[in-house]
């Protein structure tokens, strides 16, 4: 799978966010985006899950502009800034909720899931008495579950013990060599040092590709 980015500037009324940014992400690699709190990483996360689209230019998934065609990207899941569920269902039955919607995986999928973010001994209680740790961790089996092409990640560690965080981190690692492509947005240097592949640094409406050690 490749997404390419293509000469992508997106403004809200006169403010400018992000101006002619070009990138292509490939199926294999995991990629971080850098930058301080405002320089448009979430803004451009969303664009390539379609939420926002371009002022101009175009985002096209393997030569399609979803977008133009007024569809969301396949094969594509996100944790995007804070994720939100169904306060007064337990984790649980919120996974079992969005799974009912393309029917792809069962409840043994589900805990599974639950199990890789360290998440199963509180599957039942309700999501209203979860930390904040512990909707990060919900937020990303929701990502994980159905096993995506394109895996979105926006800040998915923060409150989340050091423990779970290294086995996720390993666990993206290796959804980057079944094929799939990870992109992560974080402020995290072991994020750069343990995932990447590839790093892009936002800057000033600018974004550019930033050399790392073993490249």
Wanted: proline letters at 3%.
């Amino acid at each position: 799978m490749e997404i390419v980015f293509s000469n992508v500037t997106k403004k809200f009324k006169d403010i400018t966010v992000l101006e002619d940014v070009n990138i292509t992400f490939n199926s294999g690699k995991v990629y971080v985006l850098v930058g301080q709190n405002g320089s448009g990483k979430s803004v451009f996360l969303k664009m390539l899950c379609g939420f926002y689209h371009p002022t101009s230019g175009e985002i096209l998934q393997d030569g399609i502009n979803y977008i133009q065609e007024k569809k969301f990207p396949l094969d594509t899941r996100c944790l995007i800034e804070k994720p939100q569920f169904l306060p007064e269902l337990s984790g649980f039955a919120n996974l079992q909720l969005l799974a009912s919607i393309q029917k792809t995986i069962d409840d043994q999928k589900i805990n599974e899931t639950l199990e890789l973010v360290n998440l199963a001994s509180e599957k039942d209680k309700k999501y209203s008495h979860y930390s904040l740790g512990m909707k990060q961790k919900l937020g990303i089996a929701q990502v994980l579950m159905e096993d995506p092409k394109v895996i979105v990640l926006d800040e998915p560690f923060n409150g989340i013990e050091k423990k779970t965080t290294v086995n996720l981190r390993k666990t993206l690692k290796e959804q980057a060599k079944l094929g799939k492509i990870v992109i992560i947005a974080t402020h995290m240097d072991a994020d750069i040092n343990d995932l990447a592949d590839e790093v892009y640094e936002f800057d000033d409406c600018q974004v550019k590709k930033v050399k790392i050690g073993r490249e």
